[in-house]
């Protein structure tokens, strides 16, 4: 544990300020001291930031309160079939465990979405923070819930991450929620350190959009109305509506959160595209979708803007 302590603080107060953040922003030569420098970018250089901290607190304080009154429970519906509820406030309200799960992507939405259209570069470093944070705290609840004698803060924090858990998180490391982080955190860093001009909106907010509300509609419309199921070329599990629920979606909600609208009838319908083939992914990837998709649509919308760009240029 120790060593966990000592290299994720290094990361953070060595290591960040220098590497991740673009030329433009800081001088490594101007960094005499990083601890003074990330305390000065965060509440000094900017007011904003100080009340996105604020408003970060407000959010996780809600999650934190919804997580404390909910409890997971499961219920045989046949001889063969159980299902995973989560009740919340003294079992008021029974939700099932698939569902409940997206609550984090409901919250990286809410989370995420103001600060990265307002403050991308803050939002870099918070997302890089946060990582830092998770692992440390993964690392502290692994060590003292495989003792004997369980820490009672671990048993905590081992209670609260596993309602959030599936099939993939069977093993000792529970790594969900930073996938989730990373998904948000990838599109984002990699739109900023590209040193283009503008910022292009669509881009940027692409995992947000895609894990936030692509996947969480997929999930939702999915359990609740899916009666019809892909089976071609593959069998899966993921229902027809689910995915045109998460294309539709991302789409609607891309269109009124999106401060810059899209400036040719191509750009749109390249976007519109791109997003149904994250959305057909999301049906079929067996892989870990807080990962792929992201990458996968991000790096979609960049080779159409390439293309568009060099068509452009050529008419």
């Not at 800081?26 to 900017?46: A, G, H, L, R, T």
């Not at 881009?203 to 969480?216: E, P």
């Not at 999930?219 to 071609?232: A, D, E, L, P």
């Amino acid at each position: 544990m120790a060593y966990a302590i000592f290299y994720y603080s290094i990361v953070l107060i060595y290591v960040l300020p220098k590497v991740l953040l673009p030329n433009e922003a800081v001088s490594i030569e101007n960094i005499k001291n990083p601890i003074i420098w990330i305390v000065e970018f965060i509440f000094i250089k900017d007011a904003m930031h100080l009340k996105i901290l604020v408003y970060w607190l407000m959010c996780m304080s809600f999650m934190f309160i919804v997580m404390s009154f909910s409890k997971e429970k499961t219920i045989e519906v046949s001889k063969t079939k159980k299902k995973d509820l989560i009740y919340l406030f003294g079992g008021r309200i029974s939700v099932p465990k698939i569902i409940y799960r997206k609550f984090f992507h409901i919250m990286a939405v809410i989370m995420f979405v103001p600060v990265t259209i307002q403050r991308p570069l803050f939002m870099c470093l918070s997302y890089a923070v946060a990582i830092c944070l998770f692992l440390l705290i993964e690392s502290f609840r692994v060590q003292f819930i495989t003792e004997h004698e369980v820490n009672s803060l671990a048993r905590a924090l081992h209670f609260y991450i596993k309602q959030f858990t599936d099939s993939r998180d069977s093993g000792t490391f529970i790594l969900t929620h930073i996938y989730l982080l990373i998904g948000c955190m990838i599109p984002t860093c990699v739109e900023i350190f590209s040193h283009e001009k503008t910022i292009n909106y669509h881009r940027i907010l692409s995992g947000v959009m895609i894990l936030g509300i692509g996947d969480t509609m997929a999930s939702v419309v999915g359990f609740n109305f899916g009666k019809t199921k892909w089976n071609y070329p593959i069998d899966t599990k993921k229902s027809v509506e689910g995915t045109f629920a998460s294309f539709l979606s991302v789409c609607f909600i891309s269109y009124l959160v999106v401060p810059i609208h899209f400036t040719s009838n191509l750009e749109l319908c390249s976007y519109i595209f791109c997003t149904l083939a994250a959305s057909m992914l999301e049906a079929y990837t067996v892989q870990i979708d807080n990962l792929i998709l992201p990458v996968f649509f991000y790096t979609l919308l960049c080779a159409f803007s390439t293309i568009q760009s060099h068509l452009f240029t050529i008419l």
